[in-house]
């Protein structure tokens, strides 16, 4: 799954009506519900302010509004976008300040499909990948030398602990392990040990 790199505003104008596009980063329906709520006490004078959102580890929470415009015009074309786009904890509201020019049935969905896909290519994306969290092992005197390898690999360092053993914590992807148990071995001499801790979700370009 995929997240907005970050939220934002932005505006188009289609026919006279302003259609304004606000996304945010939420983790919650709680959460997204307030943002709708602000941006509608924000816009209260706007002809509509419709919604979408989805949530979850695969997207598997789904709302929508249209808020007063004809059903499926308005807030399904916006999750389209969204399910489209792959994103989760995203949530959508796009105001309309009417312009006095009606757009029919095909242009508001075009119009609300295409202010939220804008937003989006604006602000941006990053994709959520799943690593392992490894813990490696080392004597005191390997540390610095092992510490400064590894932030010059591939690998990302997580967590550094001194102690009567130096103690760092790394993220990788599963397809990674293996050969990292061999690299380690080599820049080590054997010397180090590595135990799987878990996992951690990240987010890196797409």
Request: negative net charge.
């Amino acid at each position: 799954m995929r997240t907005i790199r970050r939220g934002g505003e932005h505006e188009t104008e289609i026919k006279k009506s302003r259609f304004i596009c606000a996304l945010a980063r939420v983790d919650s329906e709680e959460a997204a519900r307030a943002f709708i709520a602000d941006r509608r006490k924000e816009h209260w004078s706007a002809a509509h302010n419709c919604t979408a959102y989805v949530l979850g580890e695969e997207g598997n929470v789904q709302r929508s509004s249209d808020d007063g415009e004809p059903g499926g015009t308005a807030g399904v074309p916006m999750l389209e976008v969204l399910r489209h786009r792959d994103l989760t904890d995203t949530v959508a509201v796009v105001t309309r300040y009417f312009g006095g020019i009606k757009l029919g049935a095909g242009g508001l969905i075009r119009a609300y499909g295409n202010s939220v896909s804008a937003a989006v290519d604006e602000f941006g994306v990053l994709e959520r990948r799943t690593l392992l969290v490894v813990e490696v092992l080392a004597d005191y005197v390997l540390g610095g030398r092992l510490e400064s390898d590894l932030r010059d690999s591939p690998y990302t360092v997580r967590d550094v602990v001194y102690e009567a053993r130096v103690r760092i914590e790394i993220a990788l992807s599963e397809d990674e392990l293996e050969g990292f148990g061999v690299w380690l071995a080599e820049i080590t001499g054997g010397r180090a040990d590595h135990e799987v801790k878990g996992s951690t979700v990240v987010e890196v370009e797409p």
